[in-house]
């Protein structure tokens, strides 16, 4: 997510429960014929808390999505420790990466080198909902994961939250439930968080963690999975780190002129870089600037800030943010939004991606996919795009919403994808549709190869403006000389 659910910190005023039943009574309601009272309650009342007048600072938004808890029901969660003892060169291979898709001017933060932490997920057969997680060593519940898996799929998850929150246990949930529909595993890394470990660390951590499943750490748990066990899934800001680290390794491939893999020093070993068998995405942050014409016009069925609550002076400062010196964007330096590691919306080529699954509601951000999922099929990707009427940005994740059927055919669609990237590719084929909110649940099929109507440079143009403009308006409420 953008920014913090309705669990988060701070005294917010609920929406009333009159005016809403009365605005659907009207029909002044956008989702008066589309959402029941209560998810659309729902969907006020989280736009209620993301919009509050007083904000949490970034460090309580941190501590409030970070800690860890205790699992309850059918899950199986061993949290462990990857000892990244020598990494020789993937710095070198990711800054070069940095520069050859960008334009050479990235005053980029080398990431350090860190252990990486996270947890293996799966479904933990034989208990109801009310189980108390067994009192058992990291080792032992790994044992018995691995005794209720059923195939060989393994998902590297990656956890949304803005690029500067959330954490495993927050998306702990979602996980465990594609280990269920799947019968596979989930790894779900703890990535490092802006504005501590700003761009590129987050997308460093999660390919460490993608090496680290194809070729394991001293001490590990699992044995080597192969690629094409592999699917890159994420919602939210996940889904952006997940389209970076593909855009990443297809960059690799790009500099290698001796193979068709690309190969790199890692642990001490020279090893390969192959893609995944897939990558599957829910509501994917696909553009910093936002400057896809959804960010606008579907904000009536959505809850995210249409401005960015980060760019009022007025937002509460912390030993973490604002930064010094001072910037617009919490994840990375305010002239880089637009690189295609940063906003994958704008990436020039898919050319030779393995198959992708986007997922949306009729959200803000549906643009971004969109987009994506048009451009990457036109240059022969397998595509599979989808999009739920009056649906928010990530609904099946969300209280309420996600018991709705719309929640449930998308985890179903997420989990059948994710098996076929591994066992069927050949059943997978391109295809976009839009789900609609009536009781048939009717899916209409979509032209994939006119999903949006922006060309390439009138999005690059609009990003490039977007950018410029959120810098203006940050410099000018923070009484900063403009750096552009």
């Not at 960059?251 to 068998?277: E, G, M």
């Amino acid at each position: 997510m953008l920014f913090p659910d309705s669990s988060k910190p701070g005294q917010v005023q609920n929406p009333s429960v009159v005016k809403t039943i009365l605005s659907r009574w009207l029909y002044l309601s956008p989702t008066a014929t589309k959402l029941d009272l209560k998810s659309e309650l729902t969907v006020r009342t989280i736009r209620a808390v993301i919009n509050q007048p007083k904000q949490p600072t970034v460090t309580a938004y941190q501590a409030a999505n970070g800690f860890d808890r205790p699992t309850k029901g059918p899950v199986w969660a061993s949290r462990v420790l990857l000892t990244i003892e020598r990494e020789d060169d993937m710095r070198k291979a990711l800054d070069l990466a940095i520069r050859q898709l960008g334009d050479g001017s990235e005053d980029i933060t080398h990431p350090t080198l860190a252990h990486m932490r996270g947890e293996w997920i799966g479904y933990r057969k034989g208990v109801d909902y009310k189980a108390a997680e067994p009192q058992l060593s990291e080792a032992e519940k790994y044992k018995c994961l691995m005794g209720d898996v059923s195939n060989d799929l393994t998902i590297l998850y990656v956890h949304g939250g803005s690029l500067f929150h959330g954490s495993p246990a927050n998306s702990r949930p979602t996980a465990a439930k594609l280990a269920r529909l799947t019968g596979g595993r989930c790894f779900s890394v703890a990535y490092r968080l802006s504005p501590l470990y700003p761009f590129p660390t987050s997308l460093y951590d999660v390919l460490m963690a993608y090496l680290s499943l194809l070729y394991p750490p001293p001490g590990s748990l699992h044995t080597a999975v192969p690629a094409a066990s592999i699917v890159v899934a994420g919602d939210s800001a996940g889904g952006n780190l997940c389209l970076s680290l593909l855009q990443l390794i297809l960059q690799l491939h790009r500099q290698s002129t001796n193979s068709p893999k690309s190969h790199i020093r890692f642990n001490d070993q020279d090893v390969s870089v192959p893609l995944p068998a897939g990558v599957a995405t829910l509501s994917a942050y696909a553009d910093l600037t936002h400057a896809l014409p959804s960010w606008i016009n579907n904000q009536k069925y959505d809850y995210l800030p249409p401005v960015n609550p980060l760019l009022d002076p007025k937002f509460p400062s912390c030993a973490l943010w604002p930064v010094s010196p001072k910037r617009a964007s919490i994840y990375c330096n305010d002239t880089d939004l637009c690189h295609p590691l940063i906003s994958p919306v704008i990436s020039p080529s898919w050319v030779g991606a393995p198959p992708m699954w986007l997922s949306y509601g009729e959200e803000m951000l549906v643009d971004e996919g969109k987009f994506i999922a048009q451009r990457a099929a036109d240059q022969g990707v397998t595509v599979l795009f989808e999009e739920y009427e009056a649906m928010p940005h990530n609904f099946p994740v969300l209280p309420v919403l996600n018991k709705l059927w719309q929640s449930e055919r998308c985890y179903k669609a997420w989990a059948s994808f994710c098996t076929a990237c591994m066992k069927d590719k050949g059943s997978l084929s391109t295809r976009a549709v839009f789900l609609e909110a009536s009781s048939g649940k009717e899916e209409r099929e979509l032209r994939v190869e006119s999903l949006v109507t922006l060309s390439y440079d009138e999005v690059k143009k609009r990003m490039k403006e977007r950018e410029e403009e959120e810098v203006k308006v940050f410099n000018m409420r923070h009484g900063i000389v403009s750096r552009l």
